[in-house]
């Protein structure tokens, strides 16, 4: 689907504010450059944030999915995705242009694998205790 929609709207040539050496200096205008960009909008413009909420509210009715389904949710899916699949918690920040590793624990620390947990440790020690009827290995 995307090779058709490449062939069908080839990248639009558009002159963007570079930001990739981060933000500019307060009062001094950013350097410039242009950047083929794959979606644009009919007249080969970058795709704003209003234009892009009325494109995806537009999408979502589309595939039925609920009116919940914002378009920020697919960046808490994308997150959760990667954390699930065994991403380290720096390479979720990483991906999600988190600016401290704080920001990224306090919103998905829920979703890490809680293997190690206190509790799981203790409950693993007292079955195993529990299943030694000989009370050999038991302390005391």
């Known amino acids: ?31 410039r450059r242009a950047v083929p ?17 009325d494109l995806w509210r537009g999408w979502r009715r589309a595939a039925g999915w609920p009116d919940e389904g914002t378009f920020h949710s697919l960046r808490h899916y994308f997150a959760t995705r990667l954390i699930t699949s065994g991403a380290d918690p720096t390479d979720v920040q990483n991906a999600l242009r988190h600016s401290s590793l704080r920001i990224t624990l306090e919103t998905y620390v829920h979703w890490w694998p809680k293997k190690n947990r206190r509790r799981n440790i203790v409950s693993t ?16």
Not at 125 to 140: D, I
Request: glycine share 10%.
């Open 37 to 53: 960009l794959l979606f644009t909008d009919e007249q080969g413009r970058p795709i704003h944030d209003q234009r892009w909420s």
């Open 125 to 140: 020690a007292l079955r195993e205790a529990a299943g030694n009827r000989s009370g050999v290995g038991l302390p005391g």
């Open 1 to 31: 689907m995307l090779a058709e929609h490449v062939r069908k709207y080839p990248p639009a040539l558009v002159e963007l504010a570079d930001i990739t050496a981060g933000t500019p200096d307060p009062g001094k205008p950013a350097k």
